[in-house]
């Protein structure tokens, strides 16, 4: 059987996507896009589990955003994401781990959704905001004196890979004041001047809600 | 029960006996056979907010691992960090597939569930004592839901295989704290309940036990 591209099941919004489609594009990798929403009943044939991102390889399916690239990191060589150095490597790893077990779990719409019921919006939100604040302050201290052009050198590497979606996230949705953060407000710009993360951003993606709606 | 490690080893692990991400460093370490020094951080007392652990680690979280010179924080990137030191007991696969479904596991139970059910101390003060465990319970059974779905027809002695893997080191932290102090009913997920039972034959896992922490409370 011939094997085509591997699809990328992804919503537009969802920050574990993005950091997917930014490493896709990196490694020049030929994707396809499909758009899945909270709701699909088709999406849980695809993957049981209907965590979204997910990417089908073939006859493999693999979720979970650092699944995903830690798996295309195995299978294309280009552009590699994790340093030979360990020390770098541990780095890029824990900030990755900061970004999506201490800050995104607590701002997808499951945990918000559920407190809704208890708390009000406002408070949710707040809550999200202090999150959100304290990994990017970790962040900051873990990276305090950094003179490279990105988080940990002058190449792309995982962190980076991680931190873009979350800081996007983070002023788009959630009023985050980046002058707060001033490695991260600056490795920002810079990331936002690479097309492979240009292109990758929620609002260029075909599920996106046309402007002005 | 581990011998007693020798007066100044390398290796020196930041933990809290009640951690499960604690827990899982444990387990790779008694895996590896690597002997460390037991710091205890007492989360309870606030001890992770001392000036000397959060220059170790700033988001002020356990575990930590001092090796040498070198500081590697968050279990994962010390794991990680132990797979390239450390060869013997390869926790991953050399199989691109294989790996990447371990450190699906591990995500899920380290993205998913772990970090969601702490999320209550922080607004305890808004919910009351019952619905607060009704959150975590909600958070780790939609994770173990998922997770049961993945290991569908698993027929392996452990998650991925007949050998410990990544995935287990992660499953049984999570796991046994479901159990022992969230009330999870596992006879909902044979899988995992399976996995359990396995897991609780393993001296490096049984050692890595909260309860078997010098920092555990006596009673």
């Known amino acids: ?213 | 029960m581990r011998p007693p490690a020798p007066a100044s080893p390398k290796l020196k692990l930041y933990s809290f006996w009640r951690s499960s991400c604690s827990q899982r460093v444990r387990i790779a370490l008694n895996l590896k056979g690597l002997e460390y020094e037991y710091k205890p951080v007492n989360l309870l007392a606030n001890e992770q907010s001392d000036p000397e652990f959060e220059r170790l680690n700033p988001i002020k979280y356990v575990p930590a691992l001092v090796d040498g010179d070198t500081v590697i924080a968050d279990s994962f990137a010390i794991l990680l960090y132990l797979e390239d030191m450390y060869p013997q007991h390869p926790l991953l696969p050399q199989d691109p597939q294989k790996r990447a479904l371990n450190i699906q596991i591990a995500s899920i139970v380290g993205s998913s569930i772990q970090p969601l059910q702490n999320y209550p101390n922080f607004i305890e003060e808004k919910l009351d004592s019952n619905k607060t465990i009704k959150w975590t319970q909600h958070h780790i059974n939609r994770g173990f839901t998922a997770l049961e779905k993945l290991l569908k027809g698993c027929n392996t002695t452990y998650a991925t295989g007949n050998e410990i893997q990544l995935a287990d080191v992660f499953l049984e932290p999570q796991i046994y704290g479901g159990v022992k102090r969230f009330g999870i009913d596992m006879s909902i997920y044979p899988v995992l309940a399976r996995l359990h039972e396995a897991y609780m034959e393993h001296p490096a896992f049984l050692a890595a036990l909260p309860e078997k922490q010098p920092d555990a409370p006596s009673s």
């Open chain 1, 1 to 213: 059987m011939a094997v085509g591209k591997p699809v990328l099941y992804s919503a537009w919004i969802s920050s574990c996507s993005f950091r997917v489609r930014i490493a896709l594009n990196l490694k020049g990798v030929d994707y396809e896009y499909r758009a899945v929403t909270w709701n699909d009943p088709d999406y849980e044939k695809i993957n049981p589990i209907k965590y979204v991102p997910a990417l089908v390889d073939g006859d493999f399916v693999v979720s979970d955003s650092l699944a995903i690239i830690l798996y295309l990191e195995d299978k294309y060589s280009q552009h590699p994401l994790l340093p030979q150095d360990l020390k770098k490597k541990a780095i890029n790893l824990q900030i990755a781990n900061i970004v999506c077990s201490s800050i995104q779990p607590l701002q997808c719409y499951a945990v918000i959704g559920l407190l809704d019921g208890r708390l009000g919006s406002d408070e949710s939100f707040q809550i999200v905001r202090t999150y959100i604040d304290k990994g990017f302050r970790a962040i900051e201290k873990l990276l305090e004196g950094c003179d490279s052009k990105y988080a940990t050198g002058d190449e792309i590497q995982l962190a980076d890979v991680f931190l873009a979606p979350q800081i996007h996230a983070g002023m788009t949705r959630f009023q985050i004041d980046m002058s707060k953060y001033p490695l991260l407000e600056r490795f920002y710009k810079a990331y936002m001047e690479i097309p492979a993360f240009q292109v990758a951003v929620p609002e260029k993606q075909p599920d996106a809600p046309s402007p002005g709606v």
